[in-house]
């Protein structure tokens, strides 16, 4: 069982690149998250969805877009990347609300932008 | 919308001692707590949550948290820590009609021998 898988793992941008990073989960589950983490700050919540061509904006969007066509994908684009954005991402699953039910996170992807 | 506050960003232990995290939380309505650990250059585990029913909760490493609802808290305890303990421990809370966990700023914990 896989659970929740992130790709890629590390990723040098350049400042204007634009990527995206993959986010795929094969327990089913309806609701994805994408956070993202900076030392001494925990996680902010980026976007999630609560379902296919479902998404909504968390904490942090600015410079981010996402999309959900499948249930299993989540993938996280960032068009103009920057300095700033240079942090860790995660990517989550959970069955349904946060309540239950535990939520799930992949393994993360390191971005650097220069 | 609630909030989580980690007052302490590091805690150094010798191993075998006793440890306390700290966690607060605020919030207007009913909560579920949780405690997550990341090892180094690795994604977060739930290592234990609150969601009703007893308000002590431990792990299957020897880890407990107490929710105390008058305190608003939800400390990670540990009577005695191993060097494999160390690590960085969240604490995250989520309201009970929401979808959305929110983290706090995290406890990194440093156990030497």
């Known amino acids: 069982n896989a659970g929740v898988t992130q790709t890629p793992k590390f990723r040098i941008l350049k400042i204007g690149q634009s990527m995206t990073l993959q986010c795929t989960q094969d327990m089913n589950h309806n609701y994805m998250y994408w956070y993202r983490q900076d030392p001494g700050m925990g996680l902010k919540l980026i976007y999630y969805s609560v379902g296919a061509g479902i998404t909504d904006k968390g904490e942090v969007p600015n410079g981010y877009n996402v999309s959900r066509s499948t249930t299993e994908d989540f993938p996280l684009r960032l068009e103009l990347a920057a300095p700033s954005q240079t942090s860790v991402y995660f990517c989550?699953?959970?069955?349904?609300?946060?309540?239950?039910?535990?939520?799930?996170f992949g393994e993360g992807s390191w971005l650097t932008v220069v | 919308a609630q909030s989580v506050t980690q007052l302490d960003s590091q805690v150094p232990v010798f191993e075998e001692a006793p440890v306390e995290l700290r966690c607060n939380y605020s919030?207007?309505?009913?909560?579920?707590l949780f405690w997550y650990v990341q090892y180094p250059n690795q994604g977060l585990q739930l290592l234990l949550k609150y969601l009703s029913g007893s308000t002590l909760v431990e792990s299957i490493n020897g880890f407990e948290a107490e929710f105390n609802k008058s305190q608003t808290s939800f400390h990670l305890r540990k009577p005695s820590v191993h060097i494999s303990d160390t690590a960085e421990y969240f604490c995250?809370?989520?309201?009970?009609?929401?979808?959305?966990?929110?983290f706090g700023t995290g406890t990194r914990l440093l156990v030497s021998p």
């Open positions: 919030s207007s309505v009913s909560v579920y």
């Open positions: 995250a809370v989520v309201n009970t009609g929401f979808q959305k966990l929110v």
């Open positions: 989550a699953s959970s069955p349904d609300r946060v309540s239950g039910n535990t939520i799930y």
